[in-house]
């Protein structure tokens, strides 16, 4: 039996001429559609993922580590004043062109306090114009209110959430408590009063959420040395390059003296790790319902085998072969999931571009059930609650759209042989029925 | 002769029974095992997804109604607990009560770095006597020791913070309180006795843990008192509310599920997507189910016309073929149920699995595209930890699952089956 | 008076397709009195069938009235048409006869248990009925097992299993070789006349019709006495 008739008998296992009520062609076409609603899911879940952790990421490293991060001894010389620091910072980028900017930044931490309260914040000096010109900063911060200058002595930019706690908008002030030792060495606190100039920001608000700015010289001046770090943020063209690794290398035994330097994986490498295998169990679950849809195959195709048990006769008694007939199978079963993934890819693709309007009516349903039946249990709203499907407070906001390309591809391909892999039962078992019995019945 | 419900079922049974044992051979069988099959996947996947989904959330939420929040909080002034513990010992629903204070402060090592805690202060015999309290917080050096006085335990990660060991001594510096507590003061030392670690990171990065009667020595009379009450059942907690304040009307109380709102509620959230989503496997077999009922229903049309010629009512013989269904779903479930819970108690295995298949296949895709950077390829610790995180598995969720999974079978027959008398018996009967 | 157990009244029954109507009966009437033995006989297509699905309630007329003992057929709803069907009619048809998973027996009693009767003496009675067809030894055979007569002989059996008021037979020879179809004839007639039942059959076989009490034929969509 040729390949081409075989074809041709799969061709016209698929599209019959005769419009006859066929329950196995109703059976594939169910199969094709819940092959194609199963991918939807995988998808949307693979995108979304995607960008949440390149989201989160981009933001950890922009606004936090940066490219790679040198954390300097404590007591360094290079650590005794903005100058120095920015001596060293010279000195790095003159060692290797590979370096882009470097921004200098002195963490501690204090208490914040307005009329509403006390709050810990995590005080971060930088340098004044860090806003314009690191352009993470410039791109990433969302400026709520005021302006991001922290020119004027004494000035301050909070994060969206411990400006909330502390009821202040631009333009009002906050006390920053902080513990600095004096001229003999001992510990005593400081109390600031520092203008709010803006509030910012970035979207992700485990991130940023006791976040505190000052200007590097300002945080020279009420940080106490022992209990602050100071950092070197050194940035290259990409953070996701192998370059990184060879400018780590030359840079390490160049500042060995000076403090350690990290790489940005190496810093929050818990968390990224957390990413990564969140994202694979949930993929890997998503593959689980692809499978079973691809088993739907199967049956359908067992059911196509009993419909046309006298064609498969016919065909047997005019020289067919049990090869050739089964891929006729073979492909027809195949063919059914391509079909379904055409019908479900675009579908997948297009939801995951509309993920947040999706997100926003599913929402919004969920809370109309929720509300009905608070009413009916409860006789009255007053204790529901709004329910958040991805709450601000855990979740990144605006997630960026990175579609998937290769992964995409892996998944159709995948598709496609998983939906062969379903079918050659069924087609080896069509192959190899005795034509003599059915004939007998005709 | 009288057409009772229980005849009307006996024999509908009878004939189901006989086309569910006739069917054992031939593409039908395959079929029905495939559709059962389907539904077995299905409730083994959603049992194991959500075992292990509830396993992680509790490894913190347990920790965070042990430590942090308790059941119920209750609130008051030293004077409004008269005749409490006494109330509370006569609660049949409560397993515990711990009186304690909480105060915010930054605690200073003796090495002058800095860090942000809570400071609660318990009665020294808690980590003895509260069960709940000592599985949960595990101490890796010292000992919970707060017998004598100025002793303080505090979380891993604020004694790394701080660069404080056992035996060094941590200074309370800036502490909140009413008007008689000095904001700052170089004064409150204590005396490290021990560190500990919990499943939460951000309770061994801000807790620390002194004596009661130092909190009231040093948090002031404003401080208020709190009475963290453990129950036996987690959610009798509004009952217990409602009769607390029912005797005590002067203390607030605040229950585990509005103290931790935003985060428990987020777990929940995420955990009923994510069974939403596994749900879809239901569907899918539905679909196929649904199909291959209405398969049966065409190939058995004959045996149809002639019960409905002999005087059998459209419901009844509707019921034989969603009786079928019915028995899918059942021979389906039964199974998903013991292997579901078979999976997992055994996931430990299954994440060193999924760690070495993930690896592997990151290393294929790798090598394929920067074979050089081979090197750089690890194995995902994730996994590993994942693997020791035990799933928790509640009754009432694989009874509920099981039932789904039942429950889209019947329902998949019952719209199989509604077409059944559509096509009239003469019609049938003059098909020779 | 005896009792009328069918009567029919100027029924009429057209098919109509988008280009034509065919009329198969027009204006017919039939009375048959209780315990007689009515045959209709004529040419297949000529429409005995369809009177006969008409007064079986397996087909409606497109007009006329067709009264059945108590039971007005066109005013019948599902739960009364089943109830007709279950407790006033014993059915015989020419193919479609016996559920091929089910043994002789069980095929017999499976009316019965339908009805409501509890299956102990459904067995009994059924047993019994078998006895009477001379199929007492082939009660647990399925049908695959029996020849065409014994299939007949057990369709024979089962339509006397509810003590119907009317048996109606639809070719029952008609698929028999010469001897096994004078072997039914002889059968049918003498359970009938045994058990006491009305009985309307409808055939293409003169000799077979001749038995009945009264023999009509289908001429124009009118029945005619023949």
Known sequence: MTLSSSLIFAFRLLFPRTGKKSNARR????????????????????????????GITDRMIGLSSSHLQLLLYSGSEYGESPDSLRLLSDSIRMYDSSVKSIYPELQGIGLASSSKGRFGASIRAVEKDVFEKNPAFASLFEVLDGNTSLDS?????????????LGVRAGSSVRLITTKENASGKIVPKITVLKVNGIVSSGYQELDSLWLFLSLEDGFSLLSSKSSTLQLGIETDDAFSINLEKTYRTLKPFLAYAGKLYRWNELNSAQYENFASTQIMLIFIMLLIVLVASVNISSALVMLVMERKKEIAILKSLGGTSNGIALSFIFTGTVTGFLGLVFGLPLGLLASVHFSTIMGLIEKIVNFFAMAF????????????????????????????????????????GTVILSLLVSVIPAVRAGKEKPIETLRKI | MNLT??????????????????????????????????????????????????????SFIDVIMEISSYHIRVEGGNKDFEDFEDFAASEKSIRSLTPFYEAQSLVLGSSGKEAAAMIKALPPTVYNDDAGFKKNVDIFSGAFDLDSPNSIVIGSELARRTGSRVGGQISLYALSGGNDVDLFSSERLFTVTGIFHTGYAEINASFAFIGIEDGQKYFGSDAKLIYGVKLFDENDDSREISRIQEKFPQIKCESWKNYNRSFFGALRVEKNMLMFLV??????????????????????????????????????????????????????????????????????????????LSYYASLFAVMLVNPENGDFVRENPMFLLYAGIPPKIFLGEVV???????????LASLLASRGILKMTVAEVLRDE | MSDIVVSVKSLEKTYRTESESLTILRDLNLEIEKGKKITIVGESGSGKSTL???????????????????????????KKLSEYRSHFLGLIFQFHYLLKDFTALENTFLPSIMAGLPKKKAVQKATQLLKDVGLENRLDHLPSQ????????????????????????????????????????????????????????????????????????IKNGKLELV
């Open chain 1, 27 to 54: 059976s594939l076409f169910a199969a094709l559609v819940c092959i194609g609603i199963s991918l939807v899911p995988l998808i949307m879940i693979l995108t979304v993922s995607n960008g949440m952790i390149k």
């Open chain 1, 153 to 165: 002595k004494n000035s301050c930019i909070l994060g969206k959430k411990l400006a909330q706690d």
């Open chain 1, 374 to 413: 608070c009413f009916l249990s409860e006789g009255g709203l007053a204790n529901f609650v709004q329910i958040r499907l991805l709450d601000p407070a855990f979740y990144l906001q605006n997630i960026p759209l990175v579609i998937p390309i290769p992964q995409i591809l892996l998944i159709a391909f």
């Open chain 2, 5 to 58: 419900i229980k005849s009307s079922l006996s024999w509908i049974f009878f004939v189901s029974r006989r086309f569910a044992k006739v069917d054992r051979k031939g593409s039908s069988a395959v079929t029905r095992l495939l559709a059962s099959l389907g539904i077995c996947f299905g409730v083994m996947t959603l049992i194991t997804v959500i075992s292990v989904m509830n396993g992680f959330q509790h």
């Open chain 2, 279 to 356: 749900f879809l496997i239901f569907v899918v077999v539905a679909i196929n189910i649904f199909n291959g009922m209405r398969r049966m229903v065409f190939e058995r049309r004959e045996e149809i016309s002639l019960l409905t010629a002999f005087g059998g009512r459209p419901a009844s013989i509707k019921s034989i073929f969603i009786m079928q269904g019915l028995l899918t779903g059942i021979s389906g479930a039964i199974p998903g149920v013991i292997l579901g819970l078979f999976l997992s108690i055994n996931m430990e295995t299954v994440f060193i699995l999924l760690s070495k």
């Open chain 2, 400 to 410: 509920m699952i099981a039932l789904f999974g039942i429950f889209s079978s019947l």
């Open chain 3, 52 to 78: 006969l699905n008409i007064i079986g309630g397996l087909d409606s007329p497109t007009s006329g009235n067709v009264k059945c003992g108590q039971y007005d057929l066109s005013s019948l709803d599902e």
């Open chain 3, 146 to 217: 029996l020849s065409g007569g014994e299939r007949q002989r057990v369709s024979v059996a089962r339509s006397l299993m509810n003590d119907p008021q009317l048996i109606l037979a639809d070719e029952p020879t008609g698929n028999l070789d010469p001897e096994n179809a004078k072997m039914i004839g002889s059968l049918l007639f003498s359970m009938v006349e045994k058990y006491q039942k009305t009985l309307l059959l409808v055939t293409h076989d003169v000799n077979l019709a001749k038995k009945g009490d009264l023999c009509y034929s």
